[in-house]
DNA sequence: TGACACCGATGTGTGCAGACATCAAAACTC
DNA sequence: GAGTTTTGATGTCTGCACACATCGGTGTCA
């Protein structure tokens, strides 16, 4: 059903008001999108009901659809950040979530050390000595796909569902990283250990030891990441009062 | 136009999902919903569509519209906390935010000493000053709207979008601390000089400083809450592969 | 004459009703 | 048991009535 008219007109009108395409205050006519997209007023209906949910469209009687400004999209919801993935701001989107990521990871790392199921806990050793392994044998590929497994299990294992829902979004910025040649073929020595460090003090249930090593492997990821989006813009988002 | 039927049917549906009325697996035909809430059609598929979009349920031909488990539900959509915060897992979400803030807070003192503009440094100096005063005066009221405008100002301050967009999230917790008895008449003298510690040393750029301060406060927050819900069951969310 | 309040015309989203298309589950046939 | 048909739900389209914010014209008063 990925691609019902309703998805595709959602997908349509979500990628082009976040790539800029369609400002912020630029206002649409239902009747006008039917006539463009080719579809019925039911489609484009339940597709501006969806992005008015997002935050990126509000609707007002006789003016129309009306774009929103950035500030009022939904930063969390999956679907607008694969569409700013997907466009100009995708750097810094990147960034956004390299700094919620490192700020989470160490408390998830520090909740799974005191809530984590035993079995969750023996996969996480595992998944980092496999990772280890195929750090120093440079498989790339394998590397990225056990790092994937590594930091999941580690935000499932926190207990948050918050926390384990940013796994997608980790996944993204780990992907994103070695699609991009940020990463070597030999991933850093002391890296691959505070990996194994990580899940064994989860396994052995020291939170804080959990902590200190998922936190040393957040700020060399941000300080290895942060020379390349420095030129990135950040955005203020005013205080509602 | 948050009483549009349209809305009502969201509100409906997605309270009765959330609080566990309607359980997941549960199958809902469209007409019969049309019957049960008095609307037409058009009211009820425009108000799946956005469930469907939260991820409360999936539509599928021939079958109906089924209700989801909650470890599909996207726990960052506003609206989805504020109707588990109306539910019986009340206590479970709140764990969840004051756990996501204690994690985000101190990463968010740190970017705001580096990016925050000059204004909004000065703003939050004033801010911890004025809720020192207030604590000290026993002025709860005064203190709760000082305490989210200075934790608003903070996040904001950072200069990361999607910690900007938490500051509604944490007003809510920090509401629901006062409001059910959490909080003494006169706030911990220490935790107030960390509120002007986190501030002035934002103000001087020292990122370290406000986030070792920021973590003060997250540490004692989380140290006072968490015997409140030491019973809140917690749930681990499979790793999707 | 000019400023201002009122009020009706207009245009657009909202809600309704009914039809047909589509497609996958379920029943049926061989 | 494999293939086919039937069935029943959502998906899509369309015409209509209504609500209501905006705009512009009209009348009143200073």
Redesign the pocket.
């Known amino acids: 059903?990925t691609s019902?008219?309703?998805?595709?007109a959602i997908e349509n009108l979500g990628t082009r008001i976040i790539s800029g395409d369609l400002p912020a205050g630029h206002?649409?006519?239902?009747?006008?999108?039917?006539d463009e997209l080719?579809?019925?007023?039911?489609?484009?209906?339940?597709a501006?009901?969806v992005l008015?949910s997002l935050g990126l469209v509000e609707?007002?009687?006789?003016?129309?659809?009306r774009v929103l400004p950035p500030n009022r999209w939904n930063p969390f919801d999956p679907q607008v950040i694969r569409w700013r993935l997907a466009s100009k701001a995708r750097g810094a989107q990147l960034r956004s979530l390299a700094e919620l990521r490192s700020a989470v990871e160490p408390a998830a790392a520090e909740l799974a050390a005191q809530n984590a199921p035993a079995p969750l806990r023996l996969e996480l050793v595992d998944v980092a000595h496999a990772m280890r392994d195929a750090g120093h044998r440079g498989e790339v590929p394998r590397f990225l796909e056990l790092d994937i497994q590594f930091h999941s299990l580690l935000l499932s294992g926190s207990g948050n569902e918050m926390f384990a829902n940013l796994s997608g979004q980790v996944a993204e910025t780990l992907t994103g990283r070695t699609v991009h040649g940020l990463m070597p073929d030999h991933p850093h020595e002391a890296a691959l250990q505070w990996h194994v460090d990580v899940a064994e003090a989860i396994a052995r249930g020291d939170a804080s030891a959990a902590r200190e090593a998922s936190d040393k492997i957040m700020r060399r990821t941000m300080s290895q990441m942060s020379d390349t989006w420095t030129e990135q813009p950040r955005v203020f988002i005013p205080v509602h009062r």
């Open positions: 059903m019902s008219l309703h998805h595709r206002i649409m006519l239902a009747e006008k999108l039917e080719k579809v019925s007023r039911s489609v484009i209906r339940e501006v009901r008015q609707t007002t009687k006789r003016v129309g659809i």
